[in-house]
């Protein structure tokens, strides 16, 4: 059996429908097309989502104020003070530099996913357990290839994001942000948060794309759609299913991500440590002495929407972009 994508083998395998456009391989693709239009949509889905990431960023960067008040209320300060331009600071820095990634991390995805789903069928295992685990893998080595690229373009963007704050250093442009940062630190400079983006994020992404694998095969075994069943259900049952496991898995891994990400945050941004370089303990340090354990959830708020609706609007998105590349009969 070949191997669907992440979101379209949990749909068809788990619940044993035979949908030939829930069941989209890599093979049936056009690899152009699939990433153009993926570039497009996914770069609007972004547009959409970016000012819950300045408002997440802010509040976890900034001392006091801001730190303390809802996510609503630092945005209505951020759109006083500065503007539409203010929620979308990094936007266009973002957009573009993300599309080489994108690729990366969407090919890698889908050919790990194959991989590992055709490799698990010599294992014991439910379909349903062999879904979720080449899930797994597939979200972690995406992790893994996509961090090299995605972690200094973070470091870039965020610097611009927090621009203006008591104590962060003003910008340019991306361009200035890296000659200020090599000409302090070097190259590595532009690496700070890798090593816990590596030992974090990549579990992180197995976690939710395990989440979205349970929570969709729970689902559609809720709404009667069982393994023998000739049952299919209609378009609008299989978007509704996707955007509900997306929002799911998006909750659930925010939940557990969010500490680290808030230290990870200000591990890249944040440069009043005193001597030496700044390091995850010293982080965590400054941050615990500030606000206690509950500094670990700043931002909470925000980071729980944007990862909410990415995953909802993600998922459905990408369903979409898959449909749209599907190469022509022959």
């Known amino acids: 059996m070949a191997a669907a994508t992440a979101a379209d083998t949990t749909d068809a395998s788990t619940a044993g429908l035979a949908l030939a456009e829930a069941n989209i391989n890599w093979e049936r693709l056009d690899k152009t097309k699939f990433h153009v239009i993926g570039a497009i949509l996914f770069t609007a889905q972004q547009g959409v989502l970016h000012p819950t990431a300045v408002v997440k960023t802010r509040m976890q960067v900034a001392e006091g104020g801001l730190s303390h008040m809802s996510g609503f209320a630092v945005f209505r300060r951020i759109l006083r003070s500065d503007g539409i331009p203010g929620v979308f600071r990094g936007f266009g820095t973002t957009a573009v530099g993300a599309l080489p990634g994108r690729v990366l991390a969407l090919t890698s995805l889908e050919v790990s996913k194959e991989m590992a789903f055709k490799y698990s069928e010599r294992f014991d295992m439910s379909e349903a357990s062999r879904i979720a685990v080449a899930n797994g893998v597939a979200g972690l080595v995406s992790s893994i ?48 948060g890798f090593g816990i983006t590596m030992l974090t994020q990549s579990p992180a992404s197995a976690l939710w794309w395990s989440s979205y694998g349970g929570a969709q095969h729970a689902i559609w075994r809720s709404l009667g759609y069982v393994n023998d069943s000739q ?79 990415w995953g909802t609007s993600m998922i459905v998105t990408y369903e979409l972009i898959k449909r749209l590349s599907v190469k022509p009969a022959q």
């Open 231 to 309: 049952k299919k259900p209609s378009q609008s049952e299989l978007i509704a299913v996707q955007a509900t496991a997306g929002t799911i898995a998006g909750a659930c891994s925010s939940i557990i991500t969010t500490p680290i990400d808030t230290i990870k945050t200000r591990l890249q941004v944040m440069d009043n440590y005193g001597s030496g370089r700044p390091s995850v303990v010293k982080t965590t340090r400054l941050l615990l002495q500030e606000d206690g354990w509950k500094g670990l959830y700043r931002g909470f708020g925000p980071r729980f929407l944007n990862m909410s609706l």
């Open 145 to 192: 290839f996509s961090s090299s690229y995605f972690v200094p373009l973070d470091v870039i963007c965020q610097r611009l994001m927090v621009q203006g704050l008591p104590g962060m250093q003003t910008y340019r442009g991306p361009l200035d942000v890296i000659n200020k940062v090599v000409r302090t630190e070097g190259l590595r400079g532009l690496y700070r």
